[in-house]
């Protein structure tokens, strides 16, 4: 049973547009959520959080949002620069750890 | 560089056998936790250590095995290897698993296993 879901499995945006990457969870006791960003060869770096307290946390060009009466929540690129391609993770703390989602290729285009 | 170490990087097996893949934690973090990375999969928990003692269990198969050492570093180890086997494994580290927040848990490069 998938609790984190990314239902897209890969996203193109324009160079300098926004992007918008989302993420479902459905364990309602989750109350903390993180977004990881992969490179390829590499392992996955935390990117930014946010915790069930707040509807938005903003770093930089990266801005998360969270709807917990969706159990909805989506990261906002802007603008989206090449070097932001890349996997991102949507993710939630658990008894395990850390529960992720399959992840969202997100391509910039020149 | 997240300070978790991973060896090797790449290794390629045959079907049947047996393969020891290796984690330095970062200095001071006291849990290791396993994933498996395929290529239709996120990021699958295996397993979590903390301080040598099994912590959590998720998705790991039978024919898998892991263990903390006295100095924590971690080794896992896979077992009659399958074709299906193949995968990114990604070893991560942090100090307190009861505190799990983005910046608290850092993940290796990874070793990509190749059964062939």
């Known amino acids: 049973d998938q609790q984190v879901k990314q239902n897209s499995p890969s996203l193109s945006v324009q160079e300098g547009r926004i992007s918008i990457l989302n993420c479902d969870y459905t364990?309602?006791?989750?109350?903390?959520f993180l977004w990881y960003k992969k490179y390829p060869a590499e392992g996955p770096t935390f990117l930014i959080s946010i915790s069930s307290i707040k509807d938005k946390n903003e770093d930089g060009r990266f801005t998360v949002f969270l709807n917990k009466s969706a159990k909805h929540l989506s990261l906002h690129i802007v603008p989206s620069q090449p070097g932001d391609s890349a996997v991102y993770f949507c993710?939630?703390?658990?008894?395990?750890?850390?529960?992720f989602g399959k992840g969202t290729h997100l391509i910039i285009q020149p | 560089d997240s300070g978790v170490t991973q060896t090797p990087k790449h290794l390629i097996t045959a079907t049947g056998q047996r393969v020891t893949l290796r984690c330095s934690p970062r200095?001071?973090?006291?849990?290791v936790y396993w994933y498996q990375q395929s290529l239709d999969q996120g990021l699958q928990f295996l397993i979590q250590y903390y301080n040598g003692e099994e912590r959590a269990k998720g998705n790991i198969l039978e024919r898998f095995s892991a263990q903390q050492f006295p100095d924590l570093h971690s080794e896992l180890n896979l077992s009659s290897l399958e074709l299906g086997d193949s995968a990114l494994y990604f070893c991560a580290s942090s100090v307190d698993p009861h505190e799990v927040s983005g910046n608290t848990i850092y993940f290796g490069e990874g070793s990509w296993l190749t059964v062939v």
């Open positions: 993710a939630a703390p658990s008894a395990d750890g850390l529960t």
């Open positions: 364990n309602s006791m989750f109350d903390y």
């Open positions: 200095s001071g973090d006291l849990s």
